[in-house]
Each structure stands twice: as structure tokens, then as C-alpha cells.
């Protein structure tokens, strides 16, 4: 009878495996894939100090990122990209104390490669953060892979979803588009695909009325991530670009349901029980949406909303971080400050 030899041991793996609710708006004014092209971009052991440029700036986990490595000494520039004069002017106020230079800021409201050029130019690293609520993003994004393909851009990274794949969602096939886009370029990049930002919950609102307020069943399971821990992966990422090429992060921090969410703020408020009410989606559509092709985007994910969440796991958060995930009860010590007030005040700790 024949010995079949043993098996060789495991190589190590490569990577491991893989209203209430407000919507995500900007801070107020206070993949190289294996392809051809493997030689496109530069080695960065060649390119120190280097040319950071975030695009999409004004949201909340851009502004973390950009005030956490703003002054870094790897950097020697810092650009920022908006996507429409309002985004460029409220950056401009934003980050007058990181950059200095003007013309380090740059508006690009369509696929219109020229601007394009003059703001990717010589830029070694490019964190793309899309926009909200604007119905041609997709080919503005596209034609941004385009030319950092063109000028020879070192790393391109992307914030993208929480499985894309899930075709019925909007938001989600537009990113899945630029996501393989992006894989086909040859570029350098890693993609980031998060779940739903614990900060999109109105703490303060809750417990003001002690009411948690949904458009869907409040037993839906969702996952979230702490947009602090994200902001801490992508400075992890940038500062260090090359052990994450071409890996593609789902990034999770805790999956619970909102009955969850409001037992943990209820017990960390001293209330006694809030509340989780049901509103009409289409009331909630109609309150929450800017235009035709916001509300469409809203329309679709709460009627998705209604049967299923979207959910992943935590493992890759971990180990990106090098410890557990921040959860929301410990977001809520950290960002919050309670009174001992009869109405229970709640507001951001300094």
C-alpha cells in the first residue's frame, strides 16, 4: 500500500481573512492588481519626504486624518481635492493651520482631467474619500484613477463600503465600480470598505428625548466602526504603504442591533429606558435627502434596511489595529460627558 507523503506544512497567510440615524455630512466650518503594469509607480524607500494628498476632506474621518498627520514629518506637502467650491472654501477654513500654502488647495467638480493633473501631480499618496449625495462621483473617480495612472502616483487609496457587491444598494454598486477600476489600473492601492460610522448615531438627541427614532426595525443588525479606529488604519496605511498593497480591509468594529445601541446609551445616560420608535421611511426620505438622486440612494438602503442589515466581522479591524475594536459603549466614555442634570445633559468631552 502506498505511503502518501506528508503534507507540507501551511505557508503563513498573507493577510488575515478578510431621525437618530443621521447621515453622513461634512464638518462644519469650525491595488496594484497583478497586471502588466507592475512597474508603474515607485518604490518608496526612494521617495521620503513625501506628497500626501486627501481628497473628499471635509468629512469627519478626513478631518481625524488630516490633523493627526497634517504636521508628520514623512510628509513634505499636504494637498487637499474637493469636489465643489462649498467643499473647497469650508477645507480652506478647516485646515488653515495645517496648510499654509493656497495652492495646496484644489476643486475638481467634474471628470475634468487637466484639474485633475495639476492637483495629482507629484502626489505619492492619495487617500480618496467620495462624496455624498452627488449623482456623478462615479466618473469624477474614475477619471481620478485615470490620471494618478497618467502623472505616476505611488498609492492610491480608497474608502469604499462594506461589501459593495450588494447590487440592490446604490451607493454600494457605485463603489463597486470604481473599486474595479481601480483593481484594473495598475496602481499601487489598498481598498478600505467600513462599515456604517458609530458617530452617524445623534447621541445627544437621544437622550435629550429619550427617544431612539428609525425608519427601519430597530432589530436590524447593522455593523459599525469607530471613526477614530478608522482614521488610525488609514494613517497606519499611509505612513506605510507597502505592506498593504493591493489588500482589500473590511473594516468592522462591533455588529449589534440599534436595541442594542440604545440599551448602551441608556445605561451610560442614567436613563432609565429609551425609547426605540418607528418613523414613516417616506417621511424620513423626504426630511434627510438634498436631491433626486440623494433621496433615491436613502430610499433604497432603508427599504433594504427593513428585512436586512449589512454585516461583516471584526477580525481584520483587530489585527490593523493591534487591539479589540472600539465598541459603542466605550465610544460613548470617551466622546461623551454626562451631567448628573435631571434632564441627563450629554455633550462631546473635550
Partial sequence: MPVRAPDSPPHPPQRPPQSSLRSPRPVSSHTVAQSRTLSIAPSFTEIKPRTLLVAGATGRKANLLINSVGSHEAFKSLRILSFSERGDASAQMMYAHVIKNPRSFFCVDSPDHKALRKALQDVDILFYNPPSGDRHW????????????????????????????????????????????????????????????????????????SQYTLPYPHTTLQSFIDIHDLALVVRKIILNPEPHNRATYQLVGQTCSHEDIARDIGVYSNKAEV????????????????NEYEADVLDRVLLYYERRGVTGNSNVLRWLLGRSPTTFSVMLHRDYQVSDCSDAYIGMAE
Avoid at 463600503?161 to 489600473?185: T, Y
Avoid at 425609547?275 to 434627510?288: A, K, L, P
Fill in 138 to 209: 462615479v466618473a469624477t473617480a474614475i477619471a481620478t484613477i485615470s490620471v494618478a495612472k497618467e502623472v505616476g502616483v505611488g498609492h492610491f487609496i480608497f474608502c469604499s463600503v462594506l461589501h459593495p457587491q450588494l447590487s440592490k444598494l446604490i451607493h454600494h454598486a457605485d463603489k463597486l465600480q470604481v473599486e474595479e477600476s481601480l483593481i484594473e489600473s495598475g496602481l499601487n492601492y489598498t481598498l478600505l470598505q467600513p462599515g456604517i460610522p458609530m458617530q452617524n448615531v445623534d447621541v445627544r438627541s437621544i437622550v435629550s428625548t
Fill in 275 to 290: 425609547e426605540c420608535v418607528r418613523v414613516d421611511r417616506r417621511d424620513f426620505v423626504g426630511d434627510g435627502s438634498t
